[in-house]
């Protein structure tokens, strides 16, 4: 295998990155006080935890669950990067503990697993397509990669590195090996972290080997399921498309079946692509990324809109109110993007992270840190909300780890230039021009476009800043040290190259108003209807602001305007506008009558950001509004 | 019991009027010479038929399925209404063989059910909530009772009868007796047909009983589930609601659970209560009739929009694509209509019967008579097709018993007065006034709203001529002997009373323009649409007349025009117009972008009725279109 980096770009570590930040911040805060605490109470109660003492025995009651451990790789994951920014000895004692038994549930050989060890210890990696076992492998991976960052600790990433070289003594194509790989993929992308913490390249090649032989011929999942007695054609999906394996990937074209597995394998395979060169590979990333993003996407960057698989259908089947559109699939496709971007330094696949992050991923999460969507549609009756918890839990560990780190995916540093992906008030160190520069950014987005980055290198030094243009924003300016410039936009990135000095400062103003959006025309569920949208954030309207939501229609003219409003569920800015109702009264007495008997009026609308709903009274929700 | 008969109306038997027709004749052909045969066909090839023989033993494949019965009763009912106005040796002959498998297989006790006689012996009434025991007696029931008017053998009848009068012995509320009921209603409706067929009150008594027992505590489906050893908690279907048992019939306000069983169910009620006076039960039925039609029916007639349940939710929800509306649940409509406008008198019931037959109905089987829809959505994206059959076959010979006996819907009488409810071309002999009277209706409709009805009473007879108004109607005249006339609406029927004599004729003209039809504001899956109908048929836009259907929008003001294609499908009317269609033009390498980049261009369109959808190529379909 030749490594050949073709990565442009190199991410600023969240343990970098302090956010500072009007809008992050206080949900930063929730997550650490209030979800992180209450994942780690869930993840107790219901077993997760001590799941790892390895005592259940046949005949107890409630055994540990394939997927048990992801949950808790995933919660290691979120606090270890919030002790990297906020120390915190409770939550690092709780940390530690949850270590020391995941660590002492290690199997001589390395295995680590505490269904397949207490539950099932005669059926290792005998059903690779359905039972979740290198996924679980993949998040305990993360979860040891973000502890050592995070505390300089070495304990859990030795432990999975003897865990990932026992897989890797497992599976491959070498004589004597299993040529499997995981129905739900996760570990490939969790390889390549690991590969970078440790500079070990044979953790590359196993991802390497995940991804490439990933639906190839003898199918591996048939093999095993004969092997299991089973008749392949059983499977209770039908397709391999489900699991993206019906066809080797490098061959795949179109984002199929589940959601979450499809864009976990897609970034282990960005990464795969990008670290070895592999320009096939990386033509088919591009491929499945333009399908996903231009045929498959909702507007909030939600994507999968079936609950039959929690996954895609067909190009530009985007229904609302049945939208599945998992939070941990636009997670998903938040890490897909981000890959790309730094692969690319282009700023279309930010725009798309954006897009996922304020609208579709943050509506996963009560404001208030306690309550998680699943399922997060565009239109409601009023009956859909968030729950403490679930069964199946993936959704709430990964908001967690990922507004953990969300100062991550700020910054990013290519030779000679700073990369500002996001804007979020924050202060970081990176390294370019061969020194450490601290950067201080201060904005108040997503509510303004406004923003000031104050930049101190140790000594005055030549590079660029690249700040990115937002794909929603059509007029900008910029200042530096308070006086206009023009700059270069190069792959969405305006360049500001010159000589930068301590305090030396970038001011830009990114003109945000109120846009009315449509959809693709092949978007059948959009035709006449458009969403509100202002800078990043996509905009919903509600049953407690808008009486008989649903009967609403906006007129193309109206005038819309936007309000901060400091009392509305700790400060937003609210959309506002005329929209016309249609009324019920005269349809006493039936349920169709002529066109001609409807009476329209006209009533003031508010319309408050998607992700911000369901945290007041409960009903009805719309974001796709039919044009009167 | 007291038994007072409340019924204002007799229905015209099926066999007492002869279709002659320019639409429907066509479709009774088919349905005598390609759908029932074929029908014949799949309960043969699956096992149906010769399930009778009861030479099933454990380890043989196919086991007689719990509802299998009820479909060869269907078709047994089917060929016998056929067989009543069109004379079929051979028909005549499968019918009988059948008939005498039937009968063969009664046990000495009276018991007749395939499934438990050979495959469960020994479960016999031990789970009536989940297992169509009762539901399949019906079926047998209701084809006994056809082919007795048919054919006036007594065989089938009789044998049903000792059948009916077992399970008397078995269910009531006298001590030793199980007071249960069937999870699936159709016993009690059956029940009345075999009292009107007999006269034997014992069978009205016990339909009657059926009626009142349901729903009651303690709940006879919780003791049941605990008999075998079941935590009622358990019930796959979470609530009584399901099978409307979730409290007495007489105290239920709201239509919940299956559609088809809810039907059913108030088609029984509603004969019961008419038939014994019964106006508290009456008063439910009217309750729930107004909940079904003024809050939970599609324009097609169509009812229960979710496939969870096969049945209800909530008031107003329904959504087009995913409309489950079961052919069944519009026929068991249809069923509860006809009771309803003969206890009542009322119009409102009939153009509710006359929706659905024209639409939701007849949508369920292919012109070609040999494909069937079981679900019948508003919209489709072309993935949505008819069948031969199916696993759970209800839908088809439910369609081939509808369309045999459509000649018993047409008409009816009350002292003093014949009713015209339906406008079909026919011949029919009708006693009134003490005499009879031969009716000859001739008109185009559904295709035209004119038609006249010759009048030949045996001699001269004053009585009163009852048209029926269509609702779809706002301007029409009348004619008596070529004069016209004035009618006084009682009702929603035009009365014209006086002395007839033979050969006078009344000519009427319904003035049938295209309609813009909207729905009830609180409908949200349809605010800012309209539907289009003429006369009784709603139409449709298919994506073979209509390229990108989806994308079209109808302006408020565009020109609506109906031509009548005769080489279309066999003759239609279509509906005309210009529509105007987003472009996709622009849209390439976006998903999402300003209301202002939409262009539009304006095309002709084509509507077909709803009915004739899916006979062509295929593709997509709406019926709710957008307004521009």
Not at 597 to 609: D, G, H, M, N, S
């Amino acid at each position: 295998m030749e490594i050949r980096n073709r990565v442009r770009l190199q991410p600023v570590a969240p343990g970098d990155v302090r956010l500072n930040d009007g809008f992050w911040t206080p949900r930063q805060e929730v997550n650490r006080r209030v979800t992180i605490p209450h994942q780690y109470r869930m993840c107790k109660e219901t077993g997760r935890i001590d799941a790892f003492r390895l005592t259940w025995k046949p005949g107890d009651p409630n055994p540990p669950h394939i997927f048990w451990d992801s949950d808790v790789g995933k919660w290691i994951e979120a606090a270890a990067y919030t002790l990297a920014t906020h120390p915190d000895p409770e939550l690092e004692r709780l940390v530690e503990e949850v270590v020391a038994l995941v660590v002492g549930a290690q199997q001589p050989d390395g295995y680590l697993n505490t269904h397949y060890t207490v539950v099932e210890p005669d059926k290792r990696w005998t059903n690779l397509r359905d039972c979740h076992e290198l996924y679980c492998a993949g998040h305990l991976i993360e979860g040891a990669v973000a502890h050592h960052q995070a505390t300089g600790k070495r304990a859990l990433l030795d432990a999975l590195c003897r865990y990932a070289d026992y897989i890797d003594s497992v599976f491959g194509v070498e004589p004597g090996k299993k040529r499997g790989y995981c129905g739900h993929p996760e570990i490939e992308l969790a390889l390549i972290k690991l590969y970078r913490a440790t500079g070990n390249a044979r953790y590359l090649r196993l991802a390497q080997y995940f991804v490439d032989e990933r639906g190839r011929q003898p199918h591996y999942y048939d093999e095993e399921a004969r092997a299991r007695g089973e008749d392949p054609k059983t499977f209770w999906q039908t397709s391999y498309e489900y699991c993206q394996a019906h066809q080797p990937l490098r061959e795949q074209r179109e984002v199929v079946g589940h959601a979450v597995r499809a864009f976990y394998l897609y970034s282990g395979m960005a990464d795969v692509a990008a670290l070895t060169g592999d320009t096939e590979l990386l033509a088919a990333c591009r491929r499945l990324w333009d399908d996903a993003t231009l045929r498959k996407m909702y507007v909030t960057g939600g994507v999968g809109p079936s609950k039959h698989n929690e996954g895609f259908t067909s190009a530009y089947d985007l229904p609302n109110e049945t939208a599945y559109a998992e939070t941990c699939a636009a997670i998903a496709l938040v890490f897909f993007a981000q890959r790309m971007a730094q692969i690319e330094a282009d700023s279309r696949y930010v725009d798309v992270l954006e897009r996922a992050l304020y609208n579709g991923v943050l509506s996963g999460v009560s404001l208030d840190g306690t309550k998680f969507f699943y399922v997060n549609p565009l239109a409601s009756r009023g009956t859909h909300h968030r729950q403490e918890w679930f069964g199946c839990a993936c959704c709430p560990p990964n908001l967690a780890r990922l507004l953990a780190s969300l100062g991550g995916y700020v910054y990013a540093t290519a030779p000679g230039a700073v990369y500002v992906h996001l804007y979020v008030g924050s202060r970081a160190r990176v390294q370019v021009g061969g020194q450490t520069v601290e950067l201080t950014q201060e904005t108040d987005y997503p509510w303004e476009g406004d923003g000031c980055l104050t930049v101190r290198p140790a000594t005055p030094a030549q590079f660029a800043l690249m700040l990115r243009v937002p794909g929603w924003c059509s007029r900008w300016t910029l200042r530096v040290n308070g006086r206009s410039v023009t700059a270069p936009v190069v792959r969405g990135y305006a360049r500001l190259r010159r000589r930068w000095t301590a305090g030396d400062t970038v001011a830009w103003s990114f003109a945000m108003s109120v846009e009315r959006v449509a959809a693709h025309p092949a978007v059948a569920a959009d035709v006449g209807r458009v969403a509100l949208q202002r800078g990043p954030l996509v905009y919903c309207l509600e049953g407690c602001d808008n009486p008989r939501v649903t009967a609403l229609l906006l007129p193309v003219r109206s005038r819309l305007a936007a309000r901060f409003d400091p009392r509305l569920m700790g400060g937003m800015v609210v959309v506002e506008g005329m929209a016309e109702r249609v009324e019920a009264a005269g349809w006493q007495g039936r349920l169709y009558g002529p066109r001609s008997a409807l009476q329209r009026e006209t009533v003031r609308f508010k319309a408050v950001p998607y992700f911000a709903w369901d945290n007041r009274k409960p009903g009805a929700m719309v974001v796709w509004m039919p044009e009167a």
